[in-house]
């Protein structure tokens, strides 16, 4: 969340900020609520030193021999004068909390201004956009033909927005998340973990899915959430934890499940795979000292952008704008496939830099030996990559004009030495 010091300091330009993000902030309420704050505390530390005041003359009065009686009603009667303004500014400060929860990240000075998508600007492509002398099929079209994809049974099993994968291409799934953690762990410095797929409620508030999100995550009868991206277990495994500045960075990856309802996508990509409620995901997580935060998200994304060069598989890398930037990231990079069978680039990672919006929730510093208190540290995510959407771009990138599926150099090692899929 964000720093509530920045806005006591310059609501105006704040709001402004916030503006672009596409949120609303209401200044006169947060004047209002800032201004109790103020009198409240204010109040607490009169009454404190009204009664501390008053508490030395209660011995002065016993030792010349006076009734102390009227002094002890008057400690007595400030003690409860300021146990109710304690009470009203502990009260006060939750809704300063609460306030601030909703409140999206402040996006980077180049971060491009807009609205939506379609305000998202080019950084650069790789790569050629596949071409054939046939018309190639989705992943959908070539799933069924080779009885590799059943949506109906995952209905039958599940409801909408589910897939059963079966035969060589459960495998090629099975096999790109390998590849994926073995290059993360082997080449880029990340140590692997596995992590719990369900998680409590501080766990989802300390990453920033609640309360925002609420409504898209899939919550259990004893109010265990299961978690949307490994990013929230992985973040808050250095919740309230100082960490010394010479363990930063710290690098980590993780292949999850996935869950998501989808709830805003009512509608939209309802055919195939790209789209799901289910789905995998290798994801990274680096925690690191400010300086280096924007550093580590080039690097974040060279990794990201590694996975497809290694494929062979075209893509480009777009900077969002501030429209479209996700709740808690104050920079992100997309980098999107391209997909034959639908003529287009798709998003296939998201590699953002938070800042430090989700340290100042989880309360994850770092503390520097020079320096007398510890400081927030910077968090960043990314996918590296969406495993679903990567055996999406393998299948329509390297399809044969029969259906089958010639296996990317890269991972044939990983099949036995198996070339193509049939």
Not at 211 to 226: G, M, Q, R, S
Not at 243 to 259: G, R
Not at 330 to 353: F, H, M
Request: net charge negative.
């Amino acid at each position: 969340m964000l720093d509530s010091q920045i806005l006591r300091n310059d609501i105006e330009a704040t709001a402004q900020k916030l503006a672009t993000r596409g949120y609303q902030l209401d200044v006169k309420a947060w004047n209002e609520l800032e201004k109790n704050r103020k009198h409240y505390q204010i109040l607490q530390e009169q009454l404190q030193n009204q009664r501390t005041v008053k508490s030395k003359s209660i011995g002065q009065a016993k030792a010349k021999g006076e009734d102390i009686a009227p002094l002890m009603d008057e400690v007595k009667a400030i003690g409860v004068q300021l146990d109710e303004a304690k009470a009203k500014f502990e009260e006060i400060q939750k809704e300063v909390q609460k306030f601030t929860l909703y409140m999206p990240n402040l996006a980077m000075d180049d971060v491009p201004l807009g609205k939506d998508e379609d305000d998202n600007v080019e950084v650069r492509k790789w790569g050629t956009p596949t071409t054939f002398d046939f018309k190639p099929k989705d992943h959908v079209d070539l799933g069924v033909k080779n009885g590799w994809l059943n949506a109906e049974s995952a209905a039958k099993l599940s409801g909408s927005r589910f897939t059963v994968l079966s035969g060589t291409i459960a495998k090629l799934q099975r096999v790109l998340a390998q590849f994926m953690l073995d290059t993360h762990t082997s080449q880029n410095g990340y140590t692997e973990l596995y992590v719990p797929f369900l998680v409590n409620e501080a766990t989802m508030t300390g990453s920033g899915q609640l309360p925002k999100f609420a409504d898209d995550a899939f919550i259990t009868t004893d109010e265990k959430y299961l978690i949307p991206t490994a990013e929230v277990p992985l973040t808050n495994l250095y919740a309230n934890t100082i960490i010394a500045k010479s363990d930063l960075p710290v690098k980590m990856t993780a292949h999850t499940p996935c869950f998501r309802k989808e709830a805003g996508s009512y509608g939209k990509d309802t055919r195939g795979m790209i789209r799901q409620h289910q789905f995998e995901k290798v994801e990274m997580v680096q925690i690191v000292h400010p300086q280096d935060s924007n550093q580590a998200l080039e690097d974040m994304t060279a990794c990201a952008e590694g996975i497809l060069k290694a494929l062979e598989i075209p893509f480009r890398t777009i900077i969002l704008c501030t429209g479209d930037m996700g709740f808690g990231a104050a920079k992100t990079y997309d980098i999107e496939v391209w997909l034959p069978g639908e003529d287009q680039y798709r998003e296939i990672s998201s590699c953002s830099n938070c800042t430090d919006f989700q340290a100042r929730r989880m309360k994850t510093r770092y503390r520097d030996e020079n320096e007398k208190k510890p400081q927030l540290a910077h968090t960043l995510n990314g996918s590296g990559l969406a495993v679903g959407r990567c055996l999406i771009a393998v299948m329509e990138n390297y399809q044969n004009q029969d259906g089958t599926i010639r296996v990317p150099k890269v991972l044939q090692p990983y099949f036995g030495g198996l070339e193509v899929l049939s």
